[in-house]
């Protein structure tokens, strides 16, 4: 295996359980090429672990293992059989759930999400591209899949000069495999969807929204419509709202395959649909915003905050005393205490009281490591207008 050499300030990240090393924190690179296994050593040569090496995204080294061993078919079989057996622990009642959350399972670098028989990989680096048939073979071992996709479509590998082509890996693919999540059927579009076709993410939420809400709700960003189907159950009424028809579509065959009668999809700016709303004089007993990411990076923060502010006020205008707001972030750069602070100033605007039902994050099949705060993303507040 090659070698590559970290500054001092590159190991003090490392020992601080982080298992990124940034290219300015390498001092000699060897001759490692994309994609490779290599060793990382401190500035005096002891070996710190084994990374993959990008040749080039700013994170030029990502940790796999402290160890020094080679990352042969065992080392993967041995990370993909514990990231299965955590999920029988946290996920086991679920056909899809998150099998690989990166950091969060010691495999940066790599999603694995299943749906029924399927798996969807993302491979997020130049080191799991490389290792993409090593890790189809140990997943058909450990899992037997009848079909595995690796969606490339994925921005940030553009970052590590990779295709944007989607690949089937093994078996066949469909068009359409319906997953049973908290009781609903639910179609995934594993090829055309977004993310890997269902926002796995948000399942316990969708769980806990149904808890509180009643009455009329709307739910904003409904996408495939996972919160608004969820709510249909204690509400007399849903509305649900997405600038995308294709993710509409998906959310209307789901409602039909589920016979919920009382739940409406509608393609609509959400900005926009709220400010109508307000003029039209309507009102909601439960409103969920599930905006996408505003802030992508750390640079528009102040504009995605002005987003964030916005749509809550906006949402806050239609709900009275009793009124609850499910308010969801998955911008990593907006913190809990960040969305607290926006949302505690669009309710001071909007002249609402807010009491705190629940904090809320990620399900627990998308574990959140300690030590690389990257792997908490998803923050959601249950609210109740006082
Ligand atoms: N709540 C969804 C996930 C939402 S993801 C679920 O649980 O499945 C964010 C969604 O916002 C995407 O579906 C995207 O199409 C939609 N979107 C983005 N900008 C929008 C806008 N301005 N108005 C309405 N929808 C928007």
Not at 207 to 217: K, V, Y
Not at 257 to 279: H, K, P, Q
Not at 341 to 367: F, K
Request: proline residues 4%.
């Amino acid at each position: 295996m090659k070698s590559v050499k970290i500054s001092r300030k590159g190991e003090s990240r490392v020992e601080s359980g982080h298992p990124w090393i940034y290219a300015s924190d390498v001092t000699e690179r060897g001759d490692a090429q994309r994609g490779e296994a290599v060793r990382v050593l401190n500035p005096k040569g002891r070996c710190l672990g084994v990374a993959h090496y990008s040749s080039t995204s700013q994170i030029t080294l990502r940790l796999l293992t402290r160890e020094d061993r080679t990352l042969d078919r065992s080392f993967y079989f041995g990370r993909l059989r514990d990231a299965f057996s955590f999920r029988k622990r946290v996920a086991s009642e679920c056909e899809a759930y998150r099998l690989v959350h990166a950091e969060g399972d010691l495999l940066p670098g790599l999603i694995a999400d299943r749906y029924g028989d399927y798996l969807v990989l993302q491979l997020l680096d130049q080191g799991m591209d490389a290792a993409k048939n090593t890790l189809t073979e140990c997943l058909q071992e450990l899992m037997s899949p009848k079909g595995v996709l690796a969606r490339n479509d994925v921005p940030v590998r553009k970052l590590e000069a990779l295709s944007q082509e989607p690949e089937v890996l093994a078996g066949e693919i469909p068009d359409r495999v319906p997953v049973r999540i908290n009781g609903l059927t639910l179609q995934a579009d594993l090829k055309g969807g977004q993310k890997t076709g269902v926002y796995l993410d948000q399942r316990e939420n969708y769980a806990a929204a149904a808890r509180w809400a009643r009455g009329r709700a709307l739910d904003c960003f409904t996408s495939t419509g996972g919160f608004a189907l969820s709510m249909a159950g204690r509400c007399e009424s849903v509305e649900g709202v997405d600038s995308s028809p294709d993710a509409l579509k998906t959310a209307d065959a789901n409602r039909r395959a589920n016979g919920i009668e009382n739940v409406t999809f509608r393609e609509a700016n959400a900005f926009d649909y709220l400010s109508g709303l307000a003029l039209a004089r309507r009102q909601f007993d439960a409103i969920v915003l599930d905006p996408p990411a505003f802030a992508k990076s750390r640079a528009n923060l102040d504009s995605a905050l002005r987003g964030y502010k916005e749509i809550n006020y906006k949402a806050l205008k239609l709900l009275q005393p009793g009124g609850v707001l499910v308010t969801c972030s998955c911008s990593y750069h907006v913190n809990e205490a960040a969305l607290f602070q926006v949302v505690a100033e669009a309710a001071l605007d909007a002249r609402r009281t807010l009491r705190v039902l629940e904090r809320r994050t990620q399900a627990s099949d998308h574990p959140i490591m300690l030590t690389v705060p990257e792997t908490l993303y998803l923050k959601c507040l249950i609210l109740e207008v006082l």
